[in-house]
């Protein structure tokens, strides 16, 4: 057996997550080897949603990279959500109060993962310094002295002593090495299909999250893509799928034809089958660092419980990956008591968002509830104004979970109490 090529740091997987991490350590002047088992370009099964901060992130590291991605695969820019509560009434929610719609400033995006992906791959191969290594499928692991030996199939070896694994939701590393068992209260199963002649979207290009009563808790999607398709698709979480014995590809069919949507894809052609993938939500506390290694993205549990988007926490734990490996590498430091750091900087940046939504799907389980606070926000657009607030004010967001502020709106509508006071701002 041929001896293991030395790196530093090993990343494994180069979606989102593995890129961006790549990308982080390029730009801080660190290499590192980058694997993945699959070529680009190459699909992933995804909703397709780039939240606000993958353009804010990867600007941070040049303020051109959105440029260039906008010029190559013209993503659609998406400018807010419309959110339909199993009442069925309407609730539409910008990103940005008083928007002026400029694409390149766009607050999100919608694009096909097998565009979005090649592109970060095409950034990294304009990185001297990030060793990529694709058509690469990693089958063993060896924890050693000095960190772990990987060995592909094709018989190739690395030897890290910083393994980074961005794998995804079915990481063998993050399963066998790592222990992070599937638990299937924290994780969800969704099906997606593309279709091409969709009509109703909003003009500014709006993702649609329609809360259904069938299917709760849970939600059926409508995401505009280019060139007229669109990204649909039906989430729920694992337990309650395995329960009810559901079959999400005959209820994403049975949806489309239904009356409430039969309009709106009337004139639409399916364009590829409906497939399937899970998501391993981010409402379960984990230790995501060890010995030598930490979970990024996917592969550590950091998927939204409540909208079930993962590419912007991906590209944000790659980042703090990143930035921790500097650290280890000047240090010389590499053990789990050092590494404890990544959990304590996802605890700060992404984890409390993770449990705030957690929350907010818990409550949503109650569709009498939904319905009732989501006619209190219909009827008030000042309260409109506030939740849209709220999409870059996490503090503000907080207080969706607290009874005293949902009594206060419904008790000032009803002309029972005073203006309600939010964040120094008064609102009915």
């Known amino acids: 057996m041929s001896s293991p090529t030395p790196t530093n740091l090993l990343i494994m997987g180069a979606g989102p997550a593995g890129a961006a991490t790549a990308l982080r350590l390029s730009f801080l002047g660190i290499p590192c080897t980058l694997l993945d088992k699959s ?14 901060k993958v353009p804010t992130l990867l600007n941070r ?12 695969y013209s993503p659609t820019d998406v400018w807010g959500i419309r959110f339909f509560p199993p009442s069925g009434k309407l609730i539409e929610l910008p990103f940005k109060i008083g928007y002026e719609r400029i694409p390149d400033q766009a607050p999100g995006y919608v694009s096909k993962r097998m565009d979005f992906d090649n592109f970060l791959l095409e950034e990294c191969r304009r990185r001297p310094d990030i060793d990529l290594q694709l058509n690469t499928e990693i089958s063993q692991f060896e924890k050693t002295d000095t960190g772990y030996t990987v060995t592909a199939r094709d018989g190739r070896r690395w030897s890290c002593r910083l393994l980074i694994d961005g794998t995804g939701a079915q990481s063998k590393f993050s399963r066998h090495e790592a222990r992070q068992e599937v638990d299937h209260d924290h994780y969800a199963a969704a099906v997606r299909a593309y279709y ?28 505009p893509l280019p060139n007229g398709e669109a990204n649909v698709g039906l989430g729920m979480r694992s337990d309650i799928v395995k329960r009810r014995k559901v079959n999400l590809r005959k209820e994403l069919d049975k949806i489309v034809a239904s009356p409430a949507f039969r309009e709106r894809f009337a004139g639409a052609e399916q364009i590829d089958p409906t497939v399937g993938y899970g998501l391993p939500l981010g409402s379960k506390e984990r230790i995501l660092s060890g010995d030598n290694y930490l979970l990024i993205g996917d592969a550590g549990h950091l998927i939204d419980p409540l909208t079930g988007e993962g590419i912007g926490n991906g590209v944000y734990s790659g980042f703090i990956a990143a930035e921790l490996a500097e650290k280890c590498l000047a240090e010389n430091r590499f053990d789990a008591a050092y590494l404890r750091a990544y959990d304590v900087r996802i605890e700060r940046v992404l984890r409390t968002e993770l449990r705030l939504s957690y929350r907010l799907q818990q409550i949503m389980q109650w569709t009498w509830l939904t319905n009732l606070l989501t006619g209190i926000v219909a009827a008030n657009p000042k309260v409109i104004e506030v939740l849209c607030r709220m999409y870059t004010d996490f503090e503000l967001r907080k207080q969706l979970v607290r009874p005293t502020f949902w009594w206060k709106l419904f008790r000032a509508k009803t002309g029972k109490a005073p203006a309600v006071t939010v964040s120094g701002t008064d609102q009915p």
Do not use: Q
Not at 39 to 52: E, I, N
Not at 197 to 209: K, Q, R, S, Y
């Open 39 to 52: 070529d680009f370009p190459r699909d992933k099964v995804c909703g397709d949603a780039l939240s606000g």
């Open 196 to 223: 091409r002649g969709v009509t109703g979207f909003h003009p500014d290009n709006f993702i649609e999250l329609h809360f259904l009563k069938e299917y709760n808790p849970g939600y059926f999607w409508i995401f």
């Open 61 to 72: 590291l040049d303020p051109a990279i959105m440029d260039r991605f906008r010029a190559h």
